[in-house]
């Protein structure tokens, strides 16, 4: 059985709309800018909120679905991040070192093909504003030795609004894509699915007999006492303790962990990494 698909959308939107709440701050501020190194200082952190933004977005993608990683059939791994973690972070912190040392052609590249995603129709524009932001890093000083002067490259009032526009028409064309490609990607199905993964008894094929839904809140509000739960056996019982326990105050008795096999041990670790990610407490 394949392992199941637990990618939130509201998780992969997120840093999208925490870049907005950061475009409309940097807007107010460019009405009240009157100095060309302000300019220059917004329109960078403009850049660099929605670099951010996308290395977060592929970062969550790829921690729960690392089959995702272009080309790759091995990746290198530093022996620092070993050493350091063996917890349900290390394939996050191993996707973060293979994105961080990645060229940034290719990291923009790979993006849309990682979230299966189209590419959005400013592209372009959106490519230039990016090579703008590197030649005034890299490039933005001019030294005239013969007339020994010294000039600097600005930008003005009207090309940040102008880059603020398109990066405002990007995310929203982002965030279309994303809600329609995971549209079905909500938290109650996340569960749903490691539910089905972990429980593979017939006498947990109906999520609904062991939980109440609110639908509205995508979310588990409490639990039920299913009618054959006494027949589970020790290690479901045990797992469906945690579950249980993740939303309400149940209480329950630890078994020996030891005799937890493989795919139950799998399967909490899966567990614990989701509930870090989907607020259940």
């Known amino acids: 059985m394949k392992k199941p698909v637990i990618i939130v959308k509201d998780n992969l939107l997120m840093p999208i709309l925490a870049i907005e709440v950061r475009i409309n701050e940097i807007k107010k501020e460019m009405n009240s800018a009157s100095s060309p190194v302000i300019l220059n200082g917004l329109f960078l952190m403009l850049v660099s909120y929605i670099e951010s933004m996308q290395k977060e977005v592929l970062t969550?993608?790829?921690?729960?679905?690392?089959k995702r990683i272009p080309d790759k059939k091995t990746i290198e791994i530093d022996k620092n991040t070993l050493v350091e973690n063996e917890d349900f972070h290390l394939i996050e912190r191993l996707v973060s070192e293979y994105i961080d040392k990645m060229p940034y052609w290719r990291f923009t590249k790979i993006f849309y093909e990682v979230l299966k995603i189209k590419k959005p129709d400013n592209d372009i524009s959106i490519e230039n504003i990016k090579k703008k932001r590197n030649k005034l890093i890299h490039d933005n000083l001019n030294v005239d030795f013969k007339q020994k002067r010294v000039s600097h490259e600005y930008i003005d009032s009207d090309y940040l609004a102008y880059s603020l526009n398109e990066y405002v028409n990007y995310l929203d064309n982002l965030k279309t894509e994303i809600s329609r490609k995971y549209?079905?990607?909500s938290r109650l199905n996340a569960?749903?699915?490691l539910w089905h993964y972990t429980f593979r008894t017939p006498l947990c094929a109906n999520f609904e007999?062991?939980?109440?839904?609110?639908i509205e809140n995508d979310s588990i509000s409490g639990y039920k006492i299913a009618e054959h739960e006494c027949s589970l056996s020790g290690s479901e019982t045990f797992m469906l303790g945690i579950w249980r326990s993740q939303v309400s105050g149940y209480r329950f008795d630890f078994i020996n962990m030891a005799?937890?096999?493989?795919h139950m041990q799998s399967c909490l670790y899966i567990f614990l990494k989701l509930s870090n990610d989907i607020f259940l407490y």
């Open 60 to 66: 969550y993608c790829l921690k729960y679905e690392p």
């Open 183 to 185: 549209g079905k990607c």
């Open 191 to 193: 569960l749903r699915n």
């Open 209 to 214: 007999a062991y939980w109440n839904i609110d």
């Open 259 to 262: 005799s937890l096999g493989p």
